[in-house]
């Protein structure tokens, strides 16, 4: 599979962005996918996840009220939805998907196909 992130660019605090994925292949609903991001100087952080069919989702506590992640299992795209966005929100995010299907991935290594990145600058 590959993962095309999508979406990122400068805004100001208080802002708002919306991320999307666009994944290849196949059986793109059998997959839980994820968000992560990774700010200059600092290690990948988890920051969405959503089950394959979109009926469950979780989110770190650092964007939860502001980011929502969604799909669409029709287009093949995973979409997040950025709010009142931070100048502490500015990384690269990264899409990723489980590395098997049917499967909630519990940590970071459980995703085994990453996106190449979108940068996000929110500036003060």
């Known amino acids: 599979v590959q993962l095309q992130a999508s979406g990122g660019g400068l805004v100001q605090a208080g802002g708002s962005l919306r991320l999307s994925c666009a994944a290849s292949?196949?059986?793109?609903?059998?997959?839980?996918m994820g968000w992560f991001r990774q700010a200059p100087g600092k290690e990948r952080e988890f920051v969405a996840g959503i089950t394959g069919s979109g009926s469950v989702t979780y989110s770190a506590d650092s964007v939860k009220g502001r980011f929502t992640i969604s799909r669409h299992n029709a287009k093949n795209t995973l979409y997040l939805q950025m709010y009142s966005l931070k100048p502490e929100d500015t990384a690269v995010y990264y899409c990723a998907r489980s590395s098997r299907p049917y499967y909630s991935p519990v940590k970071p290594s459980d995703f085994g196909s990453w996106g190449q990145g979108t940068l996000v600058t929110v500036s003060s």
């Open positions: 292949g196949r059986a793109f609903s059998n997959y839980d």
